[in-house]
């Protein structure tokens, strides 16, 4: 258990805001951990976030950090970057700030290839707004505005990434927090765009709709239905009804984006 | 050897651009909209090799998103688009104002609302540019008449923006956006440039937010070190959110206050024949071009008319009104709007002065006849 990543907390912001329960708090531990074995500067460190519940993480950490507007933390991420490449950029996003109000900035920031490492809190609902449902809200669940059961088919926001061009793309849960922090890490290592999708457990909003009253539900459903991609890869597990993957669910080589731009730089200063 | 001022022949957009450029601008987003288009495509071929940065957003939320977020890093910053952008642009100039960060928005006006007319010009988003974000907000708002003068007012509201930690929005006509006419280009050495305030302080002690109603505190770029927190939520002094009817107050205050205790060094006004004016015409952008023909025409025909021009429409000149109502003129506003600026006019004349709103929303320029024979009407 690593006993230092308080120093990376803005101790006077807390106690924080979430609900008794929520896994955002370990989902954000994780995101620190992962921060101390990845060793980076300190100010060279860069948190970017939207707006829900899960981005309010953003200001209980101890580096630069902007909250910024619902969906759009991935453009003003992609600004910082592009104006300062040497900056390390992490981006806090909720399942709705990510998918449904930011999802046309997903699939581009995938496209480019820029170099952030993006951490989608999948709590599969709006926490912030009371419980609506999000474009990752599985079919049937129930919602304050599908109160007879979600209706639209939902997204895998992995495949999506994956799809528009992503070179990092991993799920986990805040059960397996282990594997989360090993995924933030080769995230942030990855030169390029890393989304790794949090499933994380949202008791307030979702889970006393959905017949999960306890937070402990919640995580148990995580351990039954998560299944090692590389176990469906060995053949050794098939994934049954309802269930999901986890792991490094896809990476791939192609040119970074800020890179691709000092090739512009060049072509631009021979004219 | 450099001349000190080189007269060049150049389009509004353009002057526009390069202006931003010679302000010491470095970085573009946008997306293509008619009639703006040009200044992202300057943008687009300069910026590269002056080591600046260009990137073409998915559309114009991300484009002042990424615009913001170059500016907390230190860079100067800007994008430029028209009416239907500009809409969609509003939530994150509020961001912007309240996390104070500077950057300019150049708003070339089109036909509206909606798609409207995309070629014609218009002066529809002068309210728009005011109380386009939500919630009380600074706003300083810069129009130019002339392609020499947006070279000039651009790299004016560059340097605003900076001073004041704000976004600034230059309003650019259409006509004069695409209109081709002589720059009276400095040397950009010679230009007198602002940087935004940056802390001298030790960490523990510096309050990006803080400061009196009328203070413009010190902010630090993103990777110097002091590890600040922005956030649209309103904030303490430090950057924390707050929920303290206190801390919203003076914030709101401050927001809107720094803007306003310092007028004086923002508008800006012309005044032309006003000594002996039976009668006045206050306009802007490309409308005082007519203006000015009918004024001159006015006086040849013994009807002697002044005529007031501000290039700063928001914080709006209310002295020059002040001074026109005082002398007892009654005051005529031609505006490509069905009557924006006018109700600024009517709110400072209080009933002293007769005023007289002349409108046109049809696509077309005044001609200096009609504005004279709205003169000759009288009030
Ligand atoms: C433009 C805009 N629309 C709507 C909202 C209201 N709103 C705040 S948070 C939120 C959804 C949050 O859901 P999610 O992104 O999944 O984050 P969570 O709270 O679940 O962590 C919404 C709709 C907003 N702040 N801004
Ligand atoms: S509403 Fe849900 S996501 Fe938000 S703090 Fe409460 S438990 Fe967490
Ligand atoms: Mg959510």
Redesign the pocket.
Known sequence: MPSDIIRYFREEMLPHIWCPGCG?GIVLRDIAVALERLNLPRDKVVIVS??????RAATYLDFDTVHT???RALPFATGIKMAKPDLHVFVI??????S??GGNHLIHACRRNIDLTAIV???S?????GG?Y?P?TAMGKKATTAPYGMFEPSFDICRVAEASGATFVGRSTTYHNQLLIRLIVEGAENKGFSLIEAVTH?PT?YGRRNKLPAPSDMVRWQKENAVLINKIRDGAAQLKEGQFTIGVLHRHEATEFTEAYMEVVRRARKQ | MRKPIEIRLMQGNEACAQAALDAGVRFFAGYPITPSTEIAEWMARELPALGGKFIQMEDEIASISAVIGASLTGAKAMTATSGPGFSLMQ?NIGYACMIEIPCLIVNVQRGGPSTGRPTAPAQGDVMQSRWGTHGDHPAIVITPWSVDETYYLTVKAVNLAERFRTPVILLLDEVIAHLREDVRKPDPRKLKLLERPRPSRDRNRFRPFGGALDEVPPIADIGMGYRCNYTGLVHDEAGHPSNSPEVTDQLIRRLVGKVEARREEIVHWEETFMEDAQVVVLAYGCSARSAMRAVKTARTQGLRAGMIRPTTLWPFPDKAVEKAAAMGLPVLVPEMNLGQIVLEVERLAAGRVPVKRLSRVDGQLFTPDEILAALKEGF
Do not use: K, P, R, V
């Not at chain 1, 939207?50 to 981005?55: D, K, L």
């Open positions: 955002n939207g707006i829900g519940c899960s981005s507007t619902h969906g996003m909720g399942d709705g700030d990510a449904a109000i809190f999948n709590n609902i709006y926490g912030m707004t609506q999000s990752l949202c909003s | 939530e």
